[in-house]
């Protein structure tokens, strides 16, 4: 029979509870380590295509160099995200704004017709909010993404505690395994 071993519980509560906690101390750290994480990312396909084309050049086989082309626009990309993480967070920041005003702007356009003939307006709540938030996201920007890991923080740390306090309950409700009976194959 196989038993249940909370140990894991535990240890990926602690771990949730210690990640939570640097999130929401290290808040405005966070987004650009891991805008530099993701961009170091991005270099290694090149680095892998590099060492693949030398290989095959060794072995004497035809080479591609479609990996290399498609490896040079991903390592620009990264080298851009590891060299300047500040400037690549405002531009996608301000990118994610802009889309957000364009598409609450055109969910507006299309709820018009239903209003116009008698519905309530109830329909341009949420258009109007994403319009709010995409303005807010483009004058606000550097906080925005400081704001977001705080969040991710919080819902962290709340999960840590409650799967903690999920496995005490736990504990405390089975506590005494002598009951319980081994199953007979009946065949």
Known sequence: MI?????GTLVRSVISIAVGAM???WADKVTDTLVVILGIMLIVPLLAALVSLAFQRSKGKDISLFPVIGGIGSAVLGTVMVVMPEVFTTFLALFIG????????RQIVAVYPFVRSGSNYIYYI????????GILTIVKFKSVASTLWIIVGIIMLIYGISEIFNLIIFRNKTGNDSNIEDAEIIE
């Open 3 to 7: 038993m249940y071993k909370p140990t």
């Open 23 to 25: 999130l929401i101390k």
């Open 126 to 133: 949420t258009p109007t909010l994403l319009v709010i938030v």
């Open 98 to 105: 802009i889309i957000m005003v364009t598409a609450g702007i």
